[in-house]
């Protein structure tokens, strides 16, 4: 039975700007679903457009002065709240620009949505490429950073499940979410990073949780060029170890693409074939799968990518040419979806990777069983998606909601999903599925 599969996306996520010559471009996030429409990958999933996450909401985990500083903070009187800026951590790495509280709530709002999807087993798998913001901390900023979503979308997971892993695969250590849950044995956190004279400086080996959480957060630091092979050779072992033991009810991983090689700020080798091996080990577990997005600065690469992994989510094999999309022009001179690595040496001996494998498999050991909880009343979702449609007018054309809510059955043989067996007038041909979908076995 094919994956029931939520994706969240909100068209102005795009139109967010930190700044020029600042790394991080939300744009990216519009790139990647452009590609996913034009690849009809769109077709097969549920689209939801995010409510925006409140203030209330946001205070679940950060601290209450923080998230008003970040509702109150505009470029035109951010000279007012010059101690508020020192204190928050806001300025040349975080900084202010128009919408700033918009863009917290949009990305926020998608990874909440898209847990509470899984809670109520409407989704198996649930997509969030503007989440996956994992340096902010309850009231400060951090890494481009400003509402920690992550922490946020495992908090309602934690409502109706007793454990919650989660994975990050961007080059930078999850440093906010392993913060948040660094006390507590609910919540696993696994970590593959550069680690050394690089931001943001945590995630050692021996940074394995205290208290109850003790052995529950799992750091594996790594060093420039990572390739493939090397990758996968850690990653799976590491995982099926982690599953193994601590047996979680769902799982959130992010997906950062600044561990692909050629990334701006990056130092690692990985392919996008190499990147989305780990999306698909993942899948294998059938275990409800919260995706979502991270870092990742060369923003074409990052657009590649994310739409690759989701065609992985999906079971979809698509074709390596690029079909015209409104950002054609970015992804020349070669035009295709997946990229090479580059020479550079991986200074990861397999004598390291092999150690500090061993090491954390020893201490994963030390879980001699899944925790478990106490029964307890479930706390109310954060959001209550409406999906009542009785009131709509027959008569009148689709609102965009339900229209969002519209998946292509696999039986569809036209391509426009408003054409019956006449020729009403729509060209059929507008969009042809089979340009970019790869039907060779």
């Known amino acids: 039975m094919p994956e029931r599969i939520s994706y969240f996306f909100d068209g102005d996520i795009g139109n967010y700007y930190y700044g020029q010559g600042h790394p991080m471009k939300p744009h990216r996030v519009k790139m ?9 990958l769109y077709k097969h999933m549920t689209v939801y457009r995010p409510h925006l996450c409140s203030q209330t909401d946001m205070a679940r985990f950060h ?9 109150r903070i505009t470029p035109d009187n951010m000279h007012e709240y010059s101690r508020q800026l020192q204190r928050f951590n806001v300025g040349e790495d975080c900084p202010v620009f128009d919408g700033l509280y918009e863009f917290c709530q949009i990305s926020s709002g998608g990874s909440i949505g898209a847990a509470v999807k899984l809670n109520h087993g409407q989704s198996d798998i649930a997509i969030n490429w503007a989440g996956g913001l994992h340096h902010a901390k309850k009231s400060e900023a951090s890494g481009f950073c400003y509402i920690n979503d992550i922490v946020l979308a495992i908090l309602e997971l934690l409502k109706y499940h007793a454990r919650v ?5 961007d080059i930078h250590h999850g440093d906010g979410v392993e913060e948040a849950f660094y006390t507590t044995d609910r919540v696993m956190t696994v970590s593959f990073h550069k680690f050394g004279d690089y ?10 949780g205290s208290g109850p959480g003790r052995h529950y957060s ?14 996968r050779n850690i990653f799976r072992p590491v995982m099926t170890k982690v599953m193994q033991v601590f047996n979680p009810g769902a799982v959130v991983l992010q997906c950062g693409a600044d561990s692909l090689a050629g990334d701006r700020l990056g130092c690692f080798n990985l392919s996008i074939e190499g990147h989305a091996d780990c999306v698909e080990f993942m899948k294998t577990f ?5 995706v979502l997005g991270g870092g990742g600065y060369t923003i074409k690469n990052v657009a590649r990518c994310w739409t690759y992994e989701t065609a992985v989510l999906l079971g979809k094999k698509i074709k390596n040419e690029m079909p015209y999309n409104d950002y054609f022009e970015y992804f020349g001179p070669d035009y295709q979806l997946t990229i090479p690595t580059n020479s550079m040496e991986n200074t990861n001996s397999y004598e390291y990777l092999e150690k500090t494998k061993n090491t954390i498999l020893e201490n994963l050991g030390n879980i001699k069983s899944a925790p478990s909880v106490q029964m307890q009343d479930v706390p109310p979702d954060t959001f209550y998606y409406d999906t009542d ?6 008569d ?5 909601r339900v229209m969002d809510n519209m998946v292509e059955h696999p039986a569809e043989f036209y391509d426009n999903d408003f054409d019956n067996d006449q020729d009403d007038g729509l060209d059929v041909n507008e969009f042809d599925e089979n340009t970019a979908m790869d039907t060779t076995e």
């Open 63 to 71: 601290s209450d002065d923080y998230v008003e500083f970040l509702r």
């Open 286 to 290: 059938n275990t409800p799968l919260l």
């Open 396 to 400: 009148v054309r689709l609102n965009q």
């Open 218 to 231: 799992v750091n594996f630091p790594l060093k420039d060029g990572i390739d493939d092979l090397n990758f």
């Open 199 to 208: 931001f943001p400086g945590t995630g050692d080996l021996q940074d394995i």
């Open 32 to 40: 990647t679903h452009n590609l996913l429409l034009n690849y009809g």
């Open 165 to 169: 892993l989660y994975i990050d695969i």
């Open 389 to 394: 449609d009785d009131g709509d007018n027959p």
